[in-house]
């Protein structure tokens, strides 16, 4: 392996000279006479080109038959190629033997990179005063984009909430940084340069973007979201299938207080994709029950009872008015329907469904209507009908009937929505400790 790895390296250090010999050699008709003067002028002209270029200082020249052959080393291999596009283009050159090789003098590769070192420090210092100007400049631009940015008036104006006049405060920033770079570039005649950095902003920036697309996802909805304001401050909603009061909207996600008392965080890219149930939009909400009724009563009485029950209970809205229908029919049931509206500023939603139930059974088991009951079909067959009426009535039959005793009706009870005032108490507390990461307002437009 080493070997191989030797016989490499020496073809590949041995190729430079080669290649540079045979690159490039002049062509047309060669003279059948020999001048030893025409080859002195060819070698005078070649060493005065050379001498007016830099890079060839150790490169000698001499000229036999026309032939031009030439020594020495150059900084790098592509200065000795252009050797020969340069000598064949000399009058009276019939061939280039181009023995140039590139230098492995440290001191001398160095020299150029410490001139040209030197070259930048000098315009860096002649130039210095106009850079001072372009930072003058540069800053000034930015110091006025910053003290318009901290201004209350107008952005707290015309954004609909603290967050989206930070946005705004932030873009004034930014547009004035870039303007400040044009203004300075401009002073410095490099504007050229902008393009080639606004070119890499955009490739960084489309980067950034992708490792970072939900975090870019949910800042958006962030800002949709507080622009829109689909809920206010202590509203109840159901967001993804999750339910409670909406406590507050931050830069991230939206806080709910559950109907139990623990915090629901759902991002906000989340909250702007999901279907979103505002039950407080509205005042008024309606309550459903369902009650089963014997297939052998009377249902259009039993309709009346329920729906007079209904329209008599004092937390019931009388518009819209309460109203029972026939849902359904099953084995050994009717099923009634019953619905009432509630104002739900004042009333419990589950109190006042609660006490509906229990006053509308009450009321159809003081007026006898028939309530279902299970039954069940014993199929014997080792007996008969004739054999089971001649052993009389069985002892459940000789038994008498339970004497129902019809309930008393009494008034409903409270169902004033205190447990919803007090959640919201808790609302209201929360807010009030961390008011300033809020981005809901109570007087913003709704969507």
Do not use: C
């Amino acid at each position: 392996m080493f070997r191989i790895l030797l016989s490499a390296l020496l073809i590949t250090l041995l190729g430079i000279p080669a290649h540079a010999q045979t690159a490039e050699q002049p062509t047309g008709t060669i003279s059948v006479t020999e001048s030893a003067s025409q080859d002195a002028a060819i070698a005078t002209r070649i060493r005065t080109i050379l001498s007016e270029l830099e890079g060839y200082e150790d490169v000698t020249v001499s000229v036999a038959s026309g032939i031009v052959t030439l020594r020495g080393t150059t900084l790098d291999a592509l200065t000795a190629e252009t050797l020969n596009e340069l000598t064949g283009r000399i009058d009276g050159v019939v061939a280039i033997r181009n023995n140039v090789t590139e230098t492995t003098d440290v001191a001398r590769r160095l020299n150029p990179a410490l001139e040209r070192f030197e070259k930048r420090l000098y315009d860096l210092v002649t130039r210095l005063p106009l850079l001072l100007i372009a930072l003058a400049a540069f800053l000034i631009v930015v110091f006025f984009g910053i003290v318009l940015a901290r201004l209350r008036y107008p952005w707290d104006r015309f954004a609909p909430n603290a967050f989206i006049a930070d946005i705004y405060r932030q873009i004034i920033r930014l547009v004035f940084v870039i303007a400040g770079i044009v203004i300075s570039l401009d002073i410095l005649n490099a504007t050229a340069l902008l393009s080639t950095i606004l070119g890499a902003a955009g490739i960084i920036g489309l980067a950034i973007g992708f490792a970072v697309k939900d975090t870019v996802e949910n800042f958006i909805a962030s800002v949709m979201l507080s622009i829109r304001q689909p809920f206010r401050p202590n509203d109840a909603v159901e967001i993804n299938g999750d339910e409670g009061k909406v406590i507050r909207l931050t830069s991230r996600a939206t806080i709910l207080l559950s109907y139990d008392g623990n915090h629901i965080r759902i991002p906000n890219a989340t909250v702007f994709k999901s279907r979103i149930v505002n039950y407080s939009i509205n005042a008024e909400r309606r309550f459903v029950f369902d009650i089963g009724i014997a297939p052998s009563a009377d249902m259009a009485r039993a309709i009346q009872i329920a729906q007079t029950t209904l329209k008599e209970l004092p937390f019931v809205l009388k518009s819209p008015a309460p109203d029972v229908w026939i849902e359904g029919v099953g084995d050994s049931t009717l099923t009634l329907r019953l619905v009432g509206w509630i104002d739900q500023r004042t009333t419990s939603l589950t109190a006042g469904r609660g006490e509906a139930i229990r006053l509308a059974v009450a009321a159809l088991a003081e007026a006898e209507v028939d309530m279902p009951e299970p039954t069940y079909r014993l199929i014997n067959s080792g007996v008969t009908l004739t054999e089971v009426d001649a052993q009389g009535p069985t002892r459940a039959e000789r038994a008498p009937a339970p004497r129902s005793v019809p309930p008393v009706r009494t008034k409903a009870l409270d169902v004033q929505a205190h447990a919803e005032h007090e959640l919201e108490a808790i609302v209201d507390e929360e807010r009030r400790d961390r008011h300033n990461e809020d981005l809901l307002n109570r007087d913003a437009q709704t969507e």
